[in-house]
């Protein structure tokens, strides 16, 4: 057939191509005469295409074999889309309400169809550079976080099944290459992708790249985020236990480092909005990685949409009230997700999870202890994964909305300037803050 090998495909091929794929047509009722295709991808990697006629709609989102935002020199597997598509279904299974259903997946294409969430949907980022609020904004996305990463954990799954999934999604490795390029080593050193607002922040920029204790903490962070690739854990695990790749004792490691199916690109482009409707987009980096990459990315970015506001500000709104909004959201979401996922361990304490055994952890006082202990350095690494990815979306290659909109530079600078040092503090102090409002209240003394 015309679509046995992949290319990519236009608003004409793409007819055609629906055509011959019989779930895809019959949301059309199969007729083509009033057939409306637009390409609307504004994000860093993808082609999105609204395919919608007057009795149905979908959307169709394929991978490029390269990076869309730096063009076709910067090689990217479109296999992406094989990881995206399992980990939308995959997600979808365990939070329904906050994930678009799945129609079609062909992975010669790397083209996933799925639903479209119609306008007044938008991405949140731009909800956020508008001031406007989401009340359940915070309930939504700890629901959403809360269960997907609980019931992908070791905490309620068997070791059979954690192990199965984790090796299925390490076929992701390139993708975790790239975060781990752009987020963990390409800010901390000189890249030809970096960027900043110049000059204003030379000056930042260079000392980002002299800061001792900062190259301490990212590598710290570096190292939970990488999870060997199942070669190198049978690697490892040959080689007396020592891993040839992070030369540590990855039969521990692997297991802890896996701890649930991340979304991996949890930022707020990748959540679309309305007042009632909160709904997960784009999980093509998903893989098993520590928790608090996905809570950090969220945190982390409301806590970069806060320092914007400024930027935005005008004599008809000061922006203070919307502030106080993104504050409460980011006390929230963390507060909430205690709450729900420590609800969830109990309520599964005695089911087939294999990291806690009913027959070690017997007693409420112990029962207590590891759920404290394991909470409070999930609250710190999200902590220190917020603070990451502030500092990559001001000093690295893919930049954010929430800036990029402010259109006089020098006013621009000054807004990221605060974020920067917010962030740079956070990532180094992360460990002393034992509670949200604390977090939220460093916020404000900046
Ligand atoms: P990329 O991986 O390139 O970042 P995204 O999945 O984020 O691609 O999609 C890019 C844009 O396409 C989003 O910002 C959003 O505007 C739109 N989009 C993606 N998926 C949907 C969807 N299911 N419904 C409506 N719009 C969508
Ligand atoms: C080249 S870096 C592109 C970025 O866009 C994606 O959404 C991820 O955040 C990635 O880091
Ligand atoms: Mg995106
Ligand atoms: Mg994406």
């Not at 999105?48 to 009795?55: H, M």
């Not at 954690?162 to 963990?184: P, S, W, Y």
């Not at 990815?389 to 621009?412: C, L, N, P």
């Amino acid at each position: 057939s015309k679509f046995s090998e992949f290319k990519p495909l236009n608003e004409h091929t793409l007819i055609e191509y629906i055509k011959t794929i019989p779930t895809l047509s019959s949301k059309l009722n199969n007729s083509f005469s009033d057939i409306s295709i637009k390409e609307i991808g504004d994000g860093n990697l993808n082609l999105v295409f609204i395919v919608s006629n007057s009795t149905g709609s979908f959307i169709i989102k394929q991978a490029l074999p390269y990076v869309r935002l730096v063009g076709e020199s910067w090689k990217m597997t479109k296999e992406r889309a094989y990881f995206e598509s399992l980990a939308l279904k995959e997600k979808g299974k365990l939070c329904p309400e906050h994930v678009p259903e799945v129609y079609h997946f062909d992975r010669v294409m790397s083209l996933i169809g799925m639903r479209y969430l119609e306008p007044p949907h938008i991405i949140l980022r731009k909800g956020l550079v508008a001031g406007v609020e989401y009340p359940l904004l915070a309930e939504h996305m700890s629901d959403f976080i809360a269960k997907t990463l609980f019931f992908s954990s070791l905490i309620f799954r068997s070791t059979t099944d954690h192990k199965r999934d984790v090796a299925e999604f390490c076929g992701n490795v390139e993708l975790c290459r790239l975060t781990e390029q752009v987020i963990f080593s390409d800010p901390y050193k000189v890249s030809e992708h970096n960027r900043w607002t110049s000059p204003y922040l030379d000056r930042d920029a260079e000392a980002i790249r002299e800061d001792n204790l900062l190259k301490l903490e990212i590598a710290e962070l570096k190292s939970k985020y990488c999870t060997c690739p199942t070669l190198f854990f049978f690697l490892c695990i040959s080689f007396m236990g020592i891993c040839s790749v992070c030369k540590n004792l990855c039969s521990f490691r692997f297991c802890e480092r896996a701890q649930a199916l991340l979304h991996a690109d949890l930022h707020t482009s990748s959540v679309m909005v309305t007042r009632e409707s909160t709904q997960v987009i784009d999980p093509e980096f998903a893989f098993y990685g520590p928790m608090g990459f996905d809570i950090g990315a969220f945190l982390g970015n409301l806590i970069l949409a806060f320092f914007s506001q400024d930027g935005h500000a005008n004599q008809a709104n000061d922006r203070k009230t919307y502030k106080e909004w993104i504050l409460k959201t980011i006390e929230n979401t963390w507060t909430l997700f205690y709450y729900k996922f420590t609800k969830l361990w109990d309520e599964h304490r005695d089911g087939a999870g294999e990291a806690y055994l009913p027959e070690i952890y017997n007693n409420p006082e112990v029962q207590l202890l590891v759920q404290r202990k394991y909470m409070t350095e999930l609250f710190h690494d999200s902590l220190g994964f917020a603070a990451a990815k502030m500092i990559r979306r001001i000093v690295g290659v893919a930049h954010v909305e929430d800036f990029e909109s402010i259109t006089d530079a020098a006013k621009r600078a000054t807004c990221e300037k605060q974020a920067l040092d917010f962030a740079k503090m956070l990532l180094k102090e992360r460990r002393k803050f034992e509670a949200i409002s604390e977090v939220v209240s460093a916020i404000r003394q900046i």
